[in-house]
């Protein structure tokens, strides 16, 4: 017999793996097993048989004789039967001649010998099905019941079962799931194929005209050749239905949110449009942080930050929240004059603050601004330009590598947005320093086309690289998952500041003019000279509530002092906001009585005595409890908080105050506040990121109707479900407890 290896093709291995999807997996039972009689590979005889000689046939031949269980139903048969001539004999390659149902789940291999679609066991065959059935029943559980079942125009309930766990393994969730419109054993395959189209969209932000690409049209059309494909309108109807049942469960979930820090995002598409991404931080109640995006707008530069405002506070009432809900907003555009913070400050009481790593950049751009600095940097990106245009001197770089077995190391061109590629560039030029000076020197046309660094420039870039190094390693802090709150920022920018400013001891003096530079813009934008307005600063209150960096080193103690004071009483003022006077009437009872002074003739009110002891004034009714008298269990709190061990660098904040909320309630409340406010508008492997992300790549192409519910469900549908997942989970532990 002919080898398997030469009988099919990726494409047929492809199909197995479909058909796969068609089998319902049931638990082998424990009855005796019959003796099956599989024939090996290895074993199998050798059948002479032609092959065909044309690619056409090849095609077919693959095509006809490894198709899906799918497709060879009765009603595909026919289809053959009608292709056939009068004789009996088919003008196709191949002859389907199959009776039993049996025969969805094997291909013929010659006369005596057939194929398991499912597991690919070939198995001898004397004229009979019985044997071919046996198996069926023996190792995949598939049974008399279910192969009388197959129509021509409905699928069977394995098929149903089939098409759940199709959508298991490609969302890895439960079919039941309130987000999903997963298939049922009523609705047909062609909606399954259609739902995970349209998922295919949003996950992988595709525009909605992908359907109507060739290839994605023709591989549809081999793995499932009765499906239609949708219009790009049929797309967008189903895409706004999927976003409005997201968004309503999203609604829900905001509502749950103790206060929420809003992130604007700017970014630019192909066609040179602004947009806006709006999305909203906060921690829930069990300590997880939540990001999730709200809208995408364009943004009109004609308009200013009053209708920023507007937006935002649109947004906020389409959501069902108030703008007290908001604690502040963080945008990465400080020079925008959009988003001037007095203005919202004034209309809606919210803080604006600018993002860690948009502020960075214009602090390491003013360093850099020094005249030397940039003739060395021109002059480099000079080099880097011949080498990665000019063919001939590219091959001769690449050969001196090779020589070397050094053939990783590469020439990296920055890019003016991205400050961590300049310092790349450096570090590629230094390693390669040997042999592009030997290049140039060897080829005496290439000084003519690239201008070679000078040595003192040589050196320049060598003393830049480690004081580029030292913020480039406080990036990497802020960017790992435990330090994605603005309470990690801090620590890191007092570290970055006296890290550098160690260096300018041995330097030369432009180096010391681009870390005073640095050191200088650090200080400016982050207040770090002026007590008062670091005391005011939501980032150091974030510091000092994060239990890592609560000890506050990089401050005085004075400072420290004050720090103190001011959290003691912003958790006085959230303890009156907490317990307003009871709204209902008081009337006096029994135990009250009122007394004629003799002295002065005024009416004295007796305190009661409660339950639990304690005296309670009939004023208390009219004015509200007296917070004094539970100020000291607040401010014992944040004592015990102070003189907490400090935890370990690499503990995640979150995690510490869900096992210890229960210990500094009133802290712990401060802390879901703080703590919720991130460092970089976006996340902070993109905000520091050397390359564009797949998500800035690929939004950027997306057409302005459809980009808003795309990017909305791209970033909302995993992330809502995981929070539900997680829910349920906690709920099945606690039922199990109890």
């Known amino acids: 017999m002919l080898k398997q290896s030469e009988m099919a093709d990726v494409n047929s291995k492809r199909a197995s793996q479909l058909l796969q999807k068609c089998i ?47 497709n060879l139903g009765p ?38 010998y057939v194929e398991c679609n499912v597991c690919k066991k070939q198995l001898s065959f004397h004229n009979s099905t019985t044997t071919m059935r046996e198996h069926l029943v023996r190792k995949h559980s598939i049974r008399d019941t279910l192969l009388s079942q197959l129509k021509d125009d409905q699928a069977s309930e394995s098929d149903c079962m089939a098409q759940e766990n199709m959508i298991k393994r490609s969302r890895q969730m439960t079919p039941e799931n309130y987000l999903y419109h997963a298939a049922s054993c009523s609705e047909p395959r062609t909606d399954v194929i259609l739902e995970l189209v349209l998922e295919m969209i949003f996950r992988d932000l595709h525009p909605l005209s992908v359907v109507k690409d060739k290839g994605f049209g023709l591989l549809i059309g081999y793995l499932e050749p009765n499906f239609t494909l949708p219009s790009p309108i049929q797309l967008s109807s189903m895409l706004w239905h999927r976003y409005n049942v997201v968004k309503q469960h999203l609604e829900r979930y905001l509502q749950t949110a103790q206060s929420i820090v809003l992130c604007v995002e700017f970014w630019v598409s192909q066609p040179n449009q602004t947009y806006l991404t709006i999305t909203a931080n906060f921690i829930d109640g069990e300590w997880r942080r939540a990001r999730c995006i ?23 009432t389409e959501f069902g929240l108030s703008n007290k809900s908001i604690f502040c907003v963080m945008h990465d555009s400080l020079e925008n004059t959009v988003m001037n913070s007095q203005p919202l400050k004034r209309a809606y009481g919210w803080t604006s603050l600018c993002c860690a790593a948009h ?175 670091v005391l005011e600063s939501p980032a150091i209150i974030a510091s000092f509530l994060d239990p890592r960096f609560k000890e506050m080193r990089f401050l005085s103690p004075n400072l420290r002092s004050e720090l103190h004071k001011r959290v003691k009483n912003m958790l006085s003022q959230v303890f009156n906001h907490q317990s307003p006077p009871s709204p209902q009437f008081w009337v006096p009872n029994s ?32 004015l509200g409890k007296d917070p004094t008298e539970s100020m000291p269990e607040i401010h014992q709190q944040l004592e015990n908080y102070i003189v907490e061990p400090l935890c370990k660098r690499s503990t995640n904040p979150l995690d510490w105050w869900k096992t210890n909320e229960h210990r500094f309630p009133a802290v712990a409340r401060l802390g879901r506040q703080y703590l919720a406010i991130p460092a970089t508008v976006v996340l902070p492997d993109q905000a520091f990121a050397a390359n564009e992300s797949t998500l800035e790549h690929r939004r950027a192409v997306l057409t302005p109707e459809n980009l808003d519910q795309i990017l909305f469900l791209h970033q909302n549908f995993d992330f809502l479900e995981s929070m539900r997942n997680s829910n349920e989970i906690r709920g099945r532990n606690l039922h199990a407890q109890y």
């Open 24 to 70: 319902k997996p049931e638990d082998n039972g424990g009855d005796a097993q019959p003796k099956e009689e599989i024939i090996e590979e290895q074993s199998l005889p050798v059948i002479t048989q032609s092959y065909p000689q044309t690619v056409q046939e090849e095609i077919s031949m693959v095509f006809n004789t490894y198709n899906m269980a799918a």
């Open 75 to 112: 009603a595909s048969r026919r289809k053959r039967e009608k292709g056939a001539n009068h004789d009996g004999t088919s003008t196709s390659l191949y002859v389907d001649r199959r009776k039993s149902k049996v025969w969805n789940y094997y291909t013929k291999l010659g006369d005596a």
């Open 294 to 316: 709200l809208e995408t707008q364009p943004v009109h530069e004609t308009k200013g930050e009053g209708d920023l405002g507007e937006k935002l506070y649109s947004i906020l």
């Open 359 to 533: 502020m960075l950049h214009l602090c390491i751009k003013a360093g850099l601004e020094v005249g030397q600095v940039q003739e060395a940097l021109t002059a480099a990106r000079g080099i880097v330009s011949y080498f990665q245009q000019d063919a001939k001197a590219t091959c001769s770089l690449n050969s001196k590598l090779e020589a070397i077995n050094k053939t990783k190391l590469k020439l990296v061109m920055d890019v003016g947005s991205r400050w961590i590629t300049t310092i790349e560039m450096c570090e590629s030029l230094l390693d390669l320093k040997w042999a592009i000076m030997s290049l140039l020197e060897e080829h005496p046309k290439g000084t003519l086309a690239v201008q070679n660094l000078a040595d003192h420039q040589w050196k320049l870039l060598q003393d830049l690289v480690p004081v580029m190094r030292t913020i480039k390693i406080a990036t990497s802090f802020l960017r790992e998952e435990q330090n994605i709150s603005i309470s990690s920022l801090m620590p890191c920018i007092h570290g970055i500041v006296a890290a550098i400013g160690q260096q300018l001891e041995e330097s030369s003096d432009i180096i010391k003019m681009v870390v005073g530079n640095i050191r200088s813009e650090l200080m400016q934008r982050w207040s770090i000279s002026e007590d008062e307005k």
């Open 591 to 622: 135990d009250y009585k009122a007394e004629v002074g003799e002295a002065g003739g005024q009416l004295s009110a007796h305190k009661d005595r409660g339950p639990s002891g304690q005296s309670q004034s009939m004023y208390d009714i009219l």
